[in-house]
C-alpha cells in the first residue's frame, strides 16, 4: 500500500460524507485534474483502501425501528469454538456487526429489528442455536443520538 497523502485524505473525507459526488466535482474539491483524481480513486479502491460504495437506507422506511446490542459469552474460547460461532453468526441477515471482545463477553452483536416480536424470532430462530454459548445478554437501544459512517481522516 502507498502512503496515504493529504489529497488522498482529502478525497477520502469528502467520499464519506458524499459517495456520489462526481468526478468532476471532487476533482474540483481537491484542487486536482478529473485523470489525476481518477487515478488515485482507482488505486485507494485497488489497495483496499476504500473497500465499497452503498446506499445507507433510512431504518424506519422498510420498518426496522429496533437496534439490539447482544453480549455473548462462549462456553469455550478455543480457535476452533471462536470460528465456529464467527462462522455461523454471519449468516443471520439481522445481525450487522459482530465485534470479538475483551472484558466481560466474548462478542458483541449488533443486531436490527422490526419490533419485540421479530426480536423474539431472531432470537428463538438464530442466536439460541448458535454453537457454544454459555450466556447471552441483550440490550435495547431506546434511540440513537447520532450515528456516522466516517472515520476520522
Known sequence: MEKI????RR???ILQKNGRISNSDLSDAV??????CHRRLKR???EGVIKSFCAMIEPSAI????TIFVEITLSKQSSEELDIFEKEVKKIDEVLECHLMAGSA????????????????IHRNFLSKLPGIANMKSNFALRTVFKTTALPI
Open 11 to 13: 478525497l477520502l473525507r
Open 5 to 8: 497523502d493529504t489529497i488522498d
Open 44 to 46: 485507494l479502491s485497488d
Open 106 to 121: 466474548d462478542y458483541l452483536l449488533k443486531i436490527v429489528a422490526s419490533d419485540n416480536d421479530d426480536f423474539e424470532r
Open 31 to 36: 484542487a486536482l485534474s478529473p485523470s489525476a
Open 63 to 66: 420498518a426496522i425501528r429496533s
